[in-house]
């Protein structure tokens, strides 16, 4: 596609129940990362795919959040037994291949979640 | 891990005026982009530039890599400048970003 394509724009979730959010990358970037941003707050990174390497989860704050990038496309960020200190917009980023294209990050317009 | 500190955290600018934003980090990097972040929330990459100096139209950023600071220079500011700026590094090529805080700018007409 033209751009990061993030979905849903928002999410809504009770406390404790589980949440999947997804971002599909520009066509032919290799890399993919996820951060989350709080309210008023700079970026906080999560999650760092590069090609069938193994990702950097150095930023994952606990073990209910997991993520997955499948066939290096589509990637799924989830959280499960969601608390509210996990509301935040989750944001989505993907680059091409170093380089090769161009350095620049792109960024999705990102899931606004909201745990009540 | 890396450390990023930007200044000023806010800035409001009468539209026309210049501005310089400043990038501290505190370790050698590989990798340093500027973005913006409009009002509505949307990260767009302004530079990538580890070093020298770049500029696109009245933009411009410089990096000081071995004095680990970054400049990003707004000229004669218009109110679609307004939304907040982020100076983000690493250490690895093409790795994760540490991002700092930002400058939110605001420009009056």
């Given at each position: 596609g033209a751009g990061v394509s993030q979905s849903p724009s928002n999410k809504v979730t009770e406390?404790?129940?589980?949440?999947?959010?997804?971002?599909?990358?520009?066509?032919?970037?290799?890399?993919?990362?996820?951060?989350?941003q709080s309210l008023g707050q700079g970026l906080e990174?999560?999650?760092?795919?590069?090609?069938?390497?193994a990702p950097d989860k150095s930023g994952l704050p606990s073990d209910r959040f997991s993520a997955e990038r499948t066939g290096g496309s589509v990637s799924t960020l989830?959280?499960?037994?969601?608390?509210?200190?996990?509301?935040a917009v989750y944001l989505c980023a993907s680059r091409p291949p170093w380089g090769a294209k161009g350095y620049g990050y792109t960024f999705g317009s990102g899931t606004r979640l909201t745990v009540v | 891990g890396i450390q990023?500190?930007?200044?000023?955290?806010?800035?409001?600018?009468?539209?026309?005026?210049?501005?310089?934003?400043?990038?501290?980090?505190?370790?050698?990097?590989?990798?340093?982009?500027?973005?913006?972040?409009?009002?509505?929330?949307?990260?767009?990459?302004?530079?990538?530039i580890p070093s020298g100096t770049k500029q696109?139209?009245?933009?411009?950023?410089?990096?000081?890599?071995?004095?680990?600071?970054?400049?990003?220079?707004?000229?004669?500011?218009?109110?679609?400048?307004?939304?907040?700026y982020f100076c983000a590094v690493g250490g690895n090529q093409g790795g994760k970003l540490?991002?700092?805080?930002?400058?939110?700018?605001?420009?009056k007409p």
């Open positions: 406390k404790g129940k589980d949440v999947e959010l997804r971002c599909d990358p520009i066509s032919g970037h290799t890399a993919l990362y996820w951060y989350r990174f999560l999650i760092y795919f590069q090609g069938n390497s989830t959280i499960q037994r969601t608390q509210q200190e996990d509301s | 990023v500190e930007q200044s000023p955290p806010d800035l409001i600018l009468q539209e026309g005026a210049n501005s310089t934003l400043r990038c501290n980090f505190s370790d050698s990097v590989n990798n340093l982009q500027w973005f913006h972040q409009n009002p509505w929330g949307q990260l767009i990459n302004l530079f990538y696109n139209g009245r933009l411009s950023a410089t990096t000081v890599a071995t004095e680990r600071y970054s400049l990003l220079y707004i000229s004669s500011s218009q109110t679609t400048d307004s939304g907040v540490i991002f700092g805080q930002g400058t939110e700018l605001s420009v």
